[in-house]
């Protein structure tokens, strides 16, 4: 088992441009979210997918937008990056989706929009 | 709406030491579940322990013990005999149970340990 796989890593955007995070799972979890982490300010929940096909906001969804095809993966999409989205960027899942469970993180990317 | 506090912000400690890091929540829910995450350098979360509302004894795992107090809505985490290794950013975290949509974790702003020799 991989677990939480998040690519790429690192990314550096200009202002305007947009890109994907990637986000898969393998242990057939049905919940699967993603948070940023800014300095000084925990993680917070952007977007969050309880089975495929059924999406809904965070806390911070502005300027994001998510898809739930398939039960692995589950991306992230920048439309228009702005500078505000600079941030560390983590994928989770979970067996269940009513918050009973443990989530698992994957590694995080890291985002650099200048 | 839930909330998590951990006011230290930074914490300073030499090896051997023992080191209490504080959690407090807010809820007004009944049924809920408390979390602790470790973020070492290398930046990746991980899980150390998950204790629901229900449950509050307290728990041990090796150096490590959390202190569970429903009366004052503290779920606060202990290190014993620190070494290096455990020098990282540790997150408390809350989620309440599916109530009609999915719940979601609220984590606290993180309490930097850093161990030193």
């Known amino acids: 088992n991989a677990g939480v796989t998040q690519t790429p890593k690192f990314q550096v955007l200009k202002t305007g441009q947009s890109m994907t995070l990637q986000c898969a799972q393998d242990m057939n979890h049905e919940y699967m979210s993603w948070y940023r982490q800014d300095p000084g300010m925990g993680l917070r929940l952007i977007h969050y997918?309880?089975?495929?096909?059924?999406?809904d906001q965070g806390e911070v969804p502005n300027g994001y937008n998510v898809s739930r095809s398939t039960t692995e993966d589950f991306p992230l999409r920048l439309l228009s990056a702005a500078p505000s989205q600079t941030s560390v960027y983590f994928c989770?899942?979970?067996?269940?989706?009513?918050?009973?469970?443990?989530?698992?993180f994957g590694p995080g990317t890291r985002l650099t929009v200048l | 709406a839930q909330k998590v506090t951990q006011a230290q912000t930074e914490i300073s400690v030499v090896e051997k030491e023992d080191v209490t890091l504080d959690c407090v929540y807010e809820t007004r829910d009944t049924t809920y579940y408390l979390f602790w995450y470790k973020q070492p350098p290398s930046g990746e979360l991980v899980f150390l322990i998950r204790?629901?509302?229900?449950?509050?004894q307290n728990e041990i795992s090796g150096r490590y013990s959390w202190n569970f107090q429903k009366s004052t809505s503290s779920f606060n985490f202990t290190i014993t005999a620190s070494q290096v290794v455990d020098s990282a950013v540790y997150f408390c975290a809350l989620s309440e149970p599916f109530t009609g949509t999915a719940s979601k974790l609220t984590f606290g702003t993180g309490t930097r340990l850093q161990v030193t020799l």
């Open positions: 997918s309880v089975g495929a096909g059924i999406t």
């Open positions: 989770a899942s979970s067996t269940g989706t009513g918050g009973t469970d443990t989530q698992y």
């Open positions: 204790r629901n509302s229900f449950d509050e």
